[in-house]
């Protein structure tokens, strides 16, 4: 069955921590996507990569950066933690053609205090 | 640039009622259009799917129809059960990006 992994369900993490979020898809998809879901605000794209080493911003870039070294596998991270960043985070692949929906992993729920 | 607008819930229904959920989209060209169902939880799970006007995507009783002259794709289900209670998401696809709608909690009581 094919699938996104996401490395951590829950974490906790303390304010101004360097915070990673893997993501790992064994479906050779092209392209790979961070979200943010927050209650009110719905999905929320943060980065995604259409390529290996390559990244775009989404709409809401700030505080995070992110690492695609090999196909399969996509970090997020957050560079110095903030409460406002507290959130399920959801990754995602697809393949490159547009008529394919994505591939959700299973979120991780973040709590920064 | 695209958008998608779905109506708002939360919406409370009895089993075996029908269900119906609004999506209008705004886009350029020719989008493909998904509705995504997350269960309490989870992540988001693609429900079905529909490339072209006039396509009716399909999945577990569940039923929606590409509408170009009117911008919508309207998620419908003619007889719910407990187990479809879960945050429904209406997108579209345009190039690399899937634009979603704000989501519609579903709640089905027995």
């Known amino acids: 069955d094919v699938k996104v992994t996401q490395s951590s369900r829950y974490l906790v993490k303390r304010t101004g921590e360097k915070v990673f979020l893997e993501c790992v898809q064994d479906?050779?998809?092209?392209?790979m996507f961070w979200y943010r879901q927050d209650p009110g605000l719905g999905l929320r794209l943060i980065y995604f990569?259409?390529?290996?080493?390559?990244?775009e911003k989404g709409d809401i870039p700030e505080g995070y950066s992110v690492s695609r070294e090999k196909k399969e596998r996509f970090s997020l991270i957050l560079e110095s933690a903030s409460t406002n960043q507290t959130s399920m985070y959801l990754c995602?692949?697809?393949?490159?053609?547009?008529?394919?929906?994505?591939?959700f992993g299973s979120g991780t729920r973040l709590t920064v205090v | 640039g695209d958008s998608v607008t779905q109506m708002e819930g939360p919406v409370t229904l009895s089993e075996e009622a029908f269900l119906t959920i609004n999506c209008t989209y705004t886009?350029?060209?020719?989008?493909?259009l998904f509705w995504y169902v997350q269960y309490p939880g989870e992540g988001l799970q693609l429900l079905l799917k529909?490339?072209?006007?006039?396509d009716k995507g399909s999945n577990k009783g569940f039923e929606a129809t590409y509408r170009k002259e009117t911008t919508s794709f309207h998620l419908e289900k003619g007889s719910v059960q407990v187990s479809d209670s879960a945050v429904y998401f209406c997108?579209?696809?345009?190039?690399?990006?899937?634009?979603f709608g704000a989501g519609t909690t579903v709640t089905v009581r027995a």
């Open positions: 995602a692949s697809s393949m490159d053609r547009e008529n394919y929906g994505y591939t």
């Open positions: 479906m050779d998809h092209e392209n």
């Open positions: 990569s259409y390529d290996v080493k390559m990244k």
């Open positions: 886009a350029t060209g020719y989008p493909s």
């Open positions: 529909a490339t072209k006007a006039d």
């Open positions: 997108a579209l696809r345009n190039d690399y990006k899937l634009s």
